[in-house]
């Protein structure tokens, strides 16, 4: 069974960094497109980062130049480091996996890690 347990949230001040971990079983990273999600209170879902099979990236406007997605497949375990926190940036913020040719359905999610960024 294919698991996403993401880690490394917690507190931090306006301008500060936080490294994110998302733990991945299986050979899921190398086999599925990679992306974090987040969810703020009374907010849609947002796309934070993608990161595809193939090492294509991409990013929301809001994080870009900010934020950086990547994946070490030996480690089995896809990151976000995330630089110059702001306070709109306090979200849950989830792992996401998504094979290709397959529905929505079949996507898995992690149970999410809370950011919060505050003085």
Known sequence: QVQLVESGGGLVQ???SLRLSCAA??????IANMAWYRQAPGKERELVATITITGNIDYADSVKGRF????????KTLYLQMNRLKPEDTA??????KRP???AAYDYWGLGTQVTVSS
């Open 14 to 16: 306006p301008g500060g």
């Open 25 to 30: 079983s299986g050979s899921i990273l190398s």
């Open 92 to 97: 849950v913020y989830y792992c996401h996996a």
């Open 101 to 103: 040719l397959l529905p």
């Open 68 to 75: 950086t997605i990547s994946r070490d497949n030996a480690k």
